[in-house]
């Protein structure tokens, strides 16, 4: 279903993986709860709920990308460099957020205060500006810009080389950051050609496979300077989801080749997963090809079932629930900053009954609910990001 050029089955299932994943970010304030909703350990064979959430986003980075390109394939230079400023303000964003994780307590300001101030200045810097005067864009822009210096400045991390920001793993919106680049660009230079996005998504595989079967030490030297996220596992992740909406817009929610399409591509990636399990095991943490290509089939066969509920059988009154999510999506990732600047800040905790069980849960939920109910409400004053 199209409403205003935008694709409600995309939409909403952009706005339940936010939900869900703001939801599975508070889990850990949660006492006796069940181990599987949570992220499984760097060295254990198995998979966690937490663990499908990420690579569901990164599916839905692809399932954009041919919406946002198509309309402009006639200037495809402006395009990449669209492509490159989006991808810089998530890698900007994903470097700060690193270092946060590493933030000494010998520092100037208090983690709680660097933490709120960071979440500050990323929606004076990025704030969608299309409805402000752009004299006042202007001097928010700067300040944002100059609080993110000032940020840098009075910064003091835990690391063995030096006290300073330093690169490392991106964080979670880096990654998406170089996924949606590397996926982007595959996809404009190839005007969208399919057979490309296939041949793409097998070499990403491949990739992936091929690190964790210890192939590619040779290339050792290159790797530290350029290399994949994710050795090639999240852009393949991404660029099924490019697939799965070429096919989606080509042949039509209701139509028997898109839904067999679904069936063969989602049984067919998980069957291969669990088949090789024992090869490379399944770990989010290591990336394993079984941890990609289980999860790209759990997103294609979840896609698949928003479509079937939004556009096959109409029924969209849900979605205003959580429709926030869907539209100002960055909003929401963010926000859980400002709670957990404050949390860190004022030592105030919920009873303990009300973090246990499966009524912490339900506390989490609710929690994940009132985050995208706050974007909603920012957004309507005027207040949300945009890259």
């Known amino acids: ?71 402009r394939l006639n200037s495809p230079w402006s395009i990449q460099q669209h492509i490159l400023w989006r991808g ?76 300073w920001m330093q690169p490392g793993w991106w964080g979670i919106l880096g990654l998406i950051g170089w996924t949606y680049m590397v996926v982007s660009s595959v996809y404009l230079w190839s005007r969208g050609d399919l057979r490309i996005q296939y041949v793409a998504f097998g070499a990403f595989v491949f990739l992936n496979c091929a690190e964790a079967l210890d192939m590619l030490s040779f290339l050792s030297g290159v790797k530290q300077y350029v290399w994949l996220v994710g050795d090639g596992s999240m852009p393949a992740m991404a660029m099924a989801g490019i697939i799965t ?29 669990f088949l090789t399990r024992q090869v490379w095991e399944i770990s989010k943490i290591r990336a394993t090809p079984s941890w990609t290509v289980i999860c790209t089939g759990i997103s294609t066969a979840a896609f698949a079932l928003v479509v079937f509920i939004t556009d096959v059988k109409g029924i969209v009154k849900w979605y205003q629930l959580i429709k926030p999510a869907g539209m100002v999506t960055l909003t929401c990732y963010l926000l859980p900053y400002i709670h957990g600047g404050l949390f860190q800040l004022v030592d105030i905790r919920l009873p303990l009954f009300l973090r246990t069980g499966s009524i912490g849960l339900i506390k989490s939920l609710v929690f994940a609910w009132l985050i995208i109910a706050i974007a909603g409400w920012l957004k309507k004053k005027r207040i949300a990001l945009k890259v």
């Open 1 to 71: 279903m199209v409403m205003n050029n935008r694709f409600i089955s995309i939409d909403a299932f952009r706005a339940l993986t936010m939900l869900l994943m703001i939801f599975v970010n508070d889990l850990w304030t949660l006492h006796d709860i069940p181990q599987w909703l949570g992220h499984a350990d760097a060295q254990e064979d198995r998979l966690g709920f937490s663990d499908i959430i990420f690579p569901a986003f990164l599916f839905i980075v692809g399932l954009s990308v041919p919406i946002a390109i198509d309309s």
């Open 88 to 163: 810089f303000a998530l890698l900007a964003m994903g470097f700060f957020h690193y270092n946060l994780e590493n933030y000494s307590n010998e520092a100037l300001l208090p983690k709680g205060v660097w933490e709120i101030l960071l979440t500050v200045a990323f929606f004076l810097v990025w704030l969608d500006y299309s409805e402000w005067k752009e004299k006042t864009a202007l001097v928010l822009k700067g300040a944002g810009i100059l609080l993110l210096v000032g940020l840098s400045v009075v910064y003091q991390g835990q690391y063995d080389n030096g006290p």
């Open 245 to 273: 909406v070429i096919r989606y817009r080509r042949d039509g929610a209701r139509s028997r080749s898109f839904w067999t399409f679904v069936v063969i591509s989602s049984v067919v990636l998980i069957a291969f997963g």
